[in-house]
């Protein structure tokens, strides 16, 4: 969910950034900001658990646009794979503007692909978001993988109907293209919203003469 801070004059949206473990999530944060010119980019954090585990708060807010004259900054996140931090991308998860998952190509990784998936819908239930209601891209990342599952059958397991981009988050391959998508669904949507609204105000009414 959108948030508009009127003292800052800035709107923040916030995109999550998930998948299973290992699969490249955080390589795809890492890319993103090392490629940004400084000026556009805020610090890229990680916090680890006691088991030594990133549980991933990687934050990067990205100057975008303006609407009505407000800033539009993207606060990127990603989210634990491990089972055991489910709580973690429950609560990471929660007011997400839009959500990438980012699934690993390695033939090995489709159980947990799904797995990962079933779990990402879950916690956006949970957190009482309909999925179908925000921006969700899929990325097929590793793609530079010997024998790399053929996207096809990632489509098919994953039941994608929404844009997926065949990435490698090492190389920085269709990284930005994944991201500048998402980012410009999350606005198109904002906007329709804002007509939304304003078309369904109750027009003033006329003084009687």
């Known amino acids: 969910m959108a948030l508009i ?6 709107i923040q949206f916030k995109v999550v950034y998930c998948g299973p473990p290992l699969g490249g999530k955080t390589t795809n944060l890492y890319y993103i900001h090392r490629r940004l010119d400084p000026r556009w980019r805020g610090d890229l954090v990680s916090i ?27 606060q990127l996140y990603t989210v634990p ?30 159980e947990s692909n799904r797995t990962s998936l079933d779990d990402t819908f879950g916690c956006l239930h949970e957190n009482r978001i309909d999925r179908a209601a925000i921006p969700f891209v899929f990325q097929f990342n590793k793609r ?26 090492i190389t920085g391959y ?11 669904q999350v606005l198109q949507g904002f906007y329709r919203s804002i007509v939304t609204k304003n078309s369904n105000r109750r027009p003033a009414l006329e003084p009687v003469v």
């Not at 801070?5 to 800035?10: L, V």
């Not at 089972?83 to 990471?92: E, N, P, Q, S």
Request: net charge negative; aromatic share 8%.
């Open 5 to 10: 801070n009127h003292d800052k004059g800035e």
């Open 144 to 169: 530079d993988l010997a024998g790399a599952t053929p996207s096809t059958i990632l489509d098919e397991l994953l039941k994608v109907q929404t844009p997926s981009f065949l990435a490698c988050a």
């Open 81 to 110: 794979g491990q089972k055991v931090m489910r709580g973690t991308r429950k609560a990471v998860l929660a007011g997400a503007d839009a959500v990438v998952f980012v699934a690993d190509s390695d033939p090995n990784r489709l």
């Open 174 to 184: 269709q990284i930005f293209a994944t991201l500048d998508w998402t980012t410009q």
């Open 48 to 74: 680890a658990t006691e088991q030594n585990r990133t549980i991933s708060f990687d934050y990067l807010p990205v100057e975008a646009a303006e609407v009505n004259g407000y800033n539009v900054r993207f």
